[in-house]
């Protein structure tokens, strides 16, 4: 008798679950139908009056036998689901977010080179242009072993405003000098939206640096530039504060972007910075840009450039950035992780055993 009372009573129970499974649904459908006609009015989805009024209307309905607070927890988590599908809907909506797993951006120029690729891209050249001579004698070695992109800073953004600031303009020149002579691409730091008509006389590859990284109208601008843009972490930015950072680039129209891990600050005070190498993989999982490492500025130290050069080539990353200077002892910029010449054939070995 109770054995045919347990059944029947577990039938029921079966039956409010899958009508709850209906239900749960069909709310999730309807929330995410309201998601978008609030996108479509440009309001967010959350809307914490709207929450608490629902609440208050649970409340005032309940006749137990679960508690208010039951009740209560038990929606909150109903709306956070919701909440948490309606996220996912939008994510997916974001231009430089993996749609598929084989998708990838190839960055590709005029004179052949392609940046992700299979092929590991190597980017280097004085932390500044400081001079023709110095430009040249880097430059060289360089491109003797296959070096297509170079470094051509004019403009530094220095921590001490007394510090050397960068040659301006002229650098820019110096390097497209230089660059031409050895058939290499430019690459160089904008610092205001206002630089990018004099850029497009030099600049083969448009560079915002770490500080720049939140500067969301230079983002927009160099979304309307031609040349491709490298953009690098600020040092205390999240990994979905960078990929927003990349979004506000092509959505803007650009979608010719490489995202530079150049590491974060940490407590650590052996390094300048900490890489963050697992940026490597989550940036790959979570966008199609290419990943590229800065192995110079990230440890901030010589005797690191060229054991995180071996790690960033096994990390899958679509290629390095590293300073190289013909004399770092006398850089007028970062010189204690400049490499000497020498020091830049040993990294090329490295990476290339
Ligand atoms: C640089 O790479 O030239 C530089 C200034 O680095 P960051 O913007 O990452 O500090
Ligand atoms: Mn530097």
Not at 90 to 104: F, G, L, M, P, S
Not at 191 to 217: E, H, T
Not at 326 to 349: C, G, I, T, Y
Request: charge should be negative.
């Amino acid at each position: 008798m109770t054995d045919n009372r347990l059944k029947e009573l577990r039938g029921q129970i079966d039956e409010v679950n899958m009508q709850l499974l209906d239900l749960l649904n069909k709310r999730a459908q309807i929330a995410s139908d309201i998601g978008v006609v609030q996108a479509q009015l440009g309001t967010s989805f959350y809307d914490p009056q709207r929450e608490a009024d629902m609440l208050t209307a649970l409340e005032q309905a309940n006749n137990g036998p679960f508690s208010n607070e039951t009740i209560k927890a038990l929606f909150k988590e109903v709306f956070k689901a919701s909440m948490a599908l309606e996220e996912r809907e939008a994510r997916a909506k974001i231009i430089v977010q993996r749609k598929h797993a084989d998708e990838k951006t190839i960055i590709k120029f005029e004179n052949g080179v392609e940046i992700g690729n299979d092929h590991f891209t190597v980017i280097s050249g004085p932390c500044a242009v400081e001079s023709l001579d110095q430009m040249e004698a880097t430059a060289a070695v360089m491109a003797e072993r296959g070096v297509r992109i170079l470094r051509g800073m004019g403009f530094k953004p220095r921590t001490s405003p007394y510090d050397f600031q960068g040659l301006g303009e002229e650098g820019l020149k110096i390097a497209r000098q230089v660059a031409n002579k050895h058939g290499m691409l430019i690459t160089s730091e904008i610092m205001d939206a206002s630089q990018i008509p004099m850029f497009a006389d030099y600049v083969d590859i448009l560079w915002v640096g770490a500080r720049n990284m939140q500067n969301s109208f230079l983002l927009k601008a160099v979304g309307k530039a031609r040349q491709p843009v490298i953009l690098k972490r600020h040092f205390a930015a999240t990994l979905q504060e960078f990929v927003f950072a990349a979004e506000y680039i092509a959505s803007a129209g650009n979608n010719n972007v490489m995202l530079m891990e150049r590491g974060i600050r940490t407590f650590e005070p052996w390094t300048r910075n900490t890489l963050d190498i697992s940026a490597v993989p989550l940036l790959k999982m979570e966008t199609h840009l290419p990943v590229i490492i800065d192995v110079s500025h990230s440890g901030g130290r010589r005797d690191l450039v060229i054991p995180l050069a071996k790690i960033a080539r096994a990390s899958g990353a679509d290629g390095l950035m590293f300073e190289t200077h013909p004399n770092p002892p006398v850089a007028m910029s970062d010189a204690k992780q400049q490499l000497s010449l020498p020091e830049f054939h040993q990294l090329m070995d490295a990476i290339e055993a």
